[in-house]
């Protein structure tokens, strides 16, 4: 199958298909892509191989210029949710760097989902007269970890925010944090020393502090 003028493709996975079964569809192709768009829920852990990405783009995608990649981890009881063991922080070299496509993370009810996208200015540069920031130190010390939930326990008895964070940091490290579900200031406490690289915060609901809260 050959799609000579193929060069924007948008694939949605729901089912079993592999890393290694994606590879071969795309090299039976033969395009020369610019965007891809790539969705999946099948848990193969490959997808989580940064060095495997950089090297299939690299061979089989040179003309790529923009990648958006989501990948969605479940968690449950009784479930054995496929752990990465592979070397941590591979998608800040200098591949993922210069192209300036840059991890996220998000967690929503009972699933960690991992994005990659071209980067976008973030809320703490609008006081930089529309520059974004450039330098490789800079972009990557971008990753975003977003929580739109803090307490999985309150539906499963076994699984606590920390498990999630936990996971989320066998791939990489994360620097900033955007919560967007009430929070008071124990768990707060909680989940900053978990993550003690955070460089950028945001939280959308804090209720009132007494004082003292945050310095006991």
């Not at 890393?19 to 852990?45: A, G, H, W």
């Not at 060095?51 to 089989?60: P, Q, V």
């Not at 909680?190 to 502090?209: A, C, G, Q, R």
Request: with cysteine.
């Amino acid at each position: 199958m050959i799609l000579p003028n193929l060069t924007y493709l948008s694939i949605h996975i729901y089912r079993k298909i592999s890393f290694d079964e994606f590879e071969l569809f795309i090299n039976k192709l033969n395009s020369k892509i610019k965007v891809l768009s790539l969705t999946t829920i099948v848990e193969d852990i490959a997808y989580l191989d940064a060095n495997r990405w950089e090297e299939f783009i690299l061979t089989k995608l040179p003309q790529l210029e923009k990648f958006y990649f989501k990948y969605s981890a479940y968690f449950s009881e009784n479930y054995q949710t496929p752990i990465y063991f592979g070397q941590r922080d591979q998608f800040i070299s200098s591949f993922w760097l210069q192209r300036r496509w840059i991890l996220e993370i998000e967690f929503e009810f009972e699933n960690i989902i991992y994005s990659i996208r071209p980067y976008q200015k973030r809320w703490y540069e609008y006081d930089t007269q529309h520059k974004m920031i450039n330098s490789s130190d800079q972009l990557s010390k971008s990753i975003r970890l977003s929580l739109d939930e803090i307490c999985p326990e309150r539906w499963t008895k076994t699984i606590f925010i920390n498990d999630y964070i936990n996971y989320a940091l066998t791939v990489t490290k994360i620097y900033q944090l955007e919560i967007h579900a009430k929070i008071f200031s124990d768990k707060l406490m909680e989940i900053l020393h978990l993550l003690p690289e955070v460089n950028t915060l945001k939280i959308f609901s804090l209720p009132i502090l007494e004082l003292g809260d945050l310095s006991e």
